[in-house]
């Protein structure tokens, strides 16, 4: 069994700063691809950011130059430095990885349970 397990959202102001972090653990394989999708009320999910397990990165540009994403693959563990906060960015943030289990040749997609962002203006 496979587990993502998020932590770290939390209210703060508009301009704040806050950091989320995302655990995998169980029987895993390798790691490739790990992100974040965020959803908001009566919205779609959507992809806000990956990285690689080479360490390259996309962002979607409504983040881009306030959100930061990092990994450390000794930890199985990735990271979102979410600066400059905005109102719109108040949604759930889950985490997603591609995971290899070793009983598999092609790696699966896990998510995390969630975790809320709010933004208060």
């Known amino acids: 069994q496979v587990q993502l397990v998020e932590s770290g959202g939390g209210l703060v102001q508009a301009g704040g700063s806050l950091r989320v972090s995302c655990v995998a653990s169980?029987?895993?394989?390798?790691?490739?691809?790990m992100g974040w999708y965020r959803q908001a009320p009566g919205k779609q999910r959507e992809l806000v950011t990956s990285i690689t397990s080479g360490g390259s990165t996309t962002y979607a540009d409504s983040v881009k130059g306030r959100f930061t994403i990092s990994r450390d693959n000794a930890r199985n563990t990735v990271y979102l430095q979410m600066n400059n906060l905005k109102p719109e960015d108040t949604a759930v943030y889950y985490c997603?990885?591609?995971?290899?289990?070793?009983?598999?040749?092609?790696?699966?997609?896990?998510w995390g349970q969630g975790t809320q962002v709010t933004v208060s203006s």
């Open positions: 997603n990885a591609r995971i290899r289990t070793p009983d598999r040749v092609v790696g699966k997609d896990y």
């Open positions: 169980g029987s895993i394989g390798s790691i490739a691809d």
